[in-house]
């Protein structure tokens, strides 16, 4: 919006100051504390207003230190980084790029998936909320949607890269002259390492085109849902999964500029994508919005995101790096999110296991998911193969350390494109 009508001045009227707005730069800065602003200042209001409407978060009693004192702290704070993300995109992005409406979509998709959710645990007093065949299916409906736009929309295009060798022996990359449709992504300390989906059903001879569609919105499908799922379970501490998706954020802001930037894509090897630079000014509103409102989700947290925000969360990481053919990096990327997942598949897989073999169940962890795990005394009375630690770890250290994991996993997943 600010765009089009700067641009306009500085075209019609030469007004000085009014090109600034040309740069990606200038703009990411402004949305990231924009949205910082709006997610703080606008935070406090939400929050009493959620107050006011008693819309607190119902618990339910695990054992666990300090869980009960959470009881009746304001849910469906995922609001807050909603109106943060989406104002300063509008504000401060070219909205008619493809890849930002992509985002917008999945922004407002998920909110209102999450909203659903949490409106029917709060106000219908059902603690299960929306049935879980729905979600899945909203879920599916997103993924397809994202899949299909990708698959024909005209302006998703890639210049593919190839790594040539000059005659003095020096390795370099040069990139075709045409822009074209493809499904390829990238995959991580593989040098050379553009894959296409299209590859896996090369068997289809003449039907290989639509095939590849198929495959390629499958895969859509199953990366969204699979994170989104992800960052929801992740969220059960204060601030784990805000601070956590801060992280993720910042990484994906830096792939997204290193992919729309030639001269960095060449330096990486990775194909160039036109247009994604887009994506980074909707990173930096994410960073913000996510940072603005750890000032309330902090330990102690005054307000919880609730499916609002996790699933929205979840959602927008997912999508992202999909866009930006970064997607088998999420495994990296989203260590935390794929650690807290899988916890809890092992736990339910084994337990079953266990109680079809021996009559009983067995745990492997404590409690599931993975961060509640340490939130349990050791050897007290619950039968788990991994006991330790045996003593409980505070609820804020706990969630600092994943921080400082995620951290840890958000610079292995960009040193990736160049460690090969």
Not at 10 to 22: E, M
Not at 97 to 103: E, G
Not at 212 to 234: H, M, P, Q, Y
């Amino acid at each position: 919006m600010l765009y089009d009508l700067f641009n306009y001045l500085d075209l019609q009227f030469d007004l000085p100051g009014t090109g600034v707005f040309r740069y990606i730069s200038f703009r990411a800065i402004c949305a990231l504390i924009f949205s910082l602003f709006i997610s703080t200042t606008i935070g406090h209001r939400i929050i009493k207003k959620l107050k006011l409407m008693q819309i607190g978060e119902s618990i339910r009693d695990l054992g666990v230190e300090g869980q009960t004192s959470k009881k009746g702290t304001p849910t469906m704070g995922g609001i807050i980084i909603i109106i943060a993300i989406l104002i300063p995109v509008l504000l401060f992005s070219r909205i008619n790029n493809i890849y930002l409406i992509i985002m917008v979509i999945t922004t407002i998709w998920m909110g209102g998936l999450g909203f659903v959710d949490d409106y029917i645990k709060v106000f219908k007093k059902d603690k299960e909320g929306l049935h879980g065949w729905a979600k899945i299916i909203a879920q599916v409906g997103l993924g397809l949607i994202v899949g299909l736009i990708l698959f024909f929309s005209p302006d998703v295009v890639i210049q593919e890269n190839r790594m040539v060798k000059t005659q003095e022996n020096i390795e370099d990359v040069q990139y075709h002259v045409s822009r074209i449709k493809s499904t390829q992504t990238t995959i991580p300390f593989v040098k050379n390492n553009n894959f296409d989906y299209a590859q896996l059903i090369g068997w289809t001879g003449k039907h290989q085109s639509t095939a590849a569609c198929v495959i390629f919105i499958l895969i859509v499908i199953f990366i969204v849902t699979a994170v989104s799922n992800g960052a929801n379970l992740t969220d059960g501490l204060d601030g784990l999964v805000t601070g956590s998706s801060a992280i993720i954020g910042v990484a994906l802001g830096t792939l997204a500029y290193m992919s729309s930037h030639i001269e960095f894509a060449s330096f990486l090897n990775i194909m160039f994508i036109p247009g994604a630079e887009e994506l980074v000014v909707f990173a930096s509103a994410f960073i913000g919005a996510t940072i603005g409102f750890l000032w309330y989700n902090a330990y102690p947290a005054q307000v919880f995101m609730g499916d609002t925000g996790s699933l929205t969360l979840g959602g927008i990481i997912a999508v992202f790096a999909i866009l930006i053919r970064k997607e088998l990096l999420l495994p990296i990327l989203c260590g935390i999110f794929f650690a807290e997942a899988l916890s809890v598949m092992l736990q339910v897989s084994y337990f079953k296991y266990t109680k079809k073999k021996y009559g009983a169940g067995r745990r492997i962890f404590k409690m599931t998911p993975l961060h509640h795990h340490f939130q349990i005394r050791g050897n007290a009375g619950i039968q788990a193969l991994l006991q330790k630690p045996l003593n409980i770890v505070p609820e804020s250290k706990i969630v600092v350390r994943f921080w400082l994991i995620a951290v840890i996993l958000a610079a292995i997943t960009i040193i990736t494109l160049k460690v090969r």
